[in-house]
């Protein structure tokens, strides 16, 4: 049972950083693709960033420049670096594993972390 728990949310004031971290349990972490998803209230989830298990990495606009994704699968972690952070960057993030298994894909998602920037 592939399982994630994630932590490092919290509140910070605008311009500040915060780091996320995802633990994945149960899965064949190191081919997995990664990525992190955000939900603001009122709006639909969207993705953050992404990274596959060879390493290649994708940004939404939004956080280019700002936000660095990474992995260390000898951790099983997954990691969110958030510099400069806006009061729009506030939102439950979450972060989501995708990988193949017998007769198809897998994608399991955390329970969610709160980001609060503060103006």
């Known amino acids: 049972q592939v399982q994630l728990v994630e932590s490092g949310g919290g509140l910070v004031m605008t311009g500040g950083s915060l780091r996320l971290s995802c633990l994945a349990f149960g899965s064949a972490f190191s081919i997995a693709t990664m990525s992190w998803y955000r939900q603001a209230p009122g709006k639909q989830r969207e993705l953050v960033a992404r990274?596959?298990?060879?390493?290649?990495?994708n940004y939404a606009a939004s956080v280019k420049g700002r936000f660095t994704i990474s992995r260390d699968n000898a951790k099983n972690t997954v990691y969110l670096q958030m510099n400069s952070l806006k009061p729009e960057d506030t939102a439950v993030y979450y972060c989501?594993?995708?990988?193949?298994?017998?007769?198809?894909?897998?994608?399991?998602w955390g329970q969610g972390t709160q980001v609060t920037v503060s103006s």
């Open positions: 990274v596959t298990g060879g390493g290649s990495t």
């Open positions: 989501n594993l995708d990988q193949l298994v017998v007769g198809g894909r897998q994608s399991i």
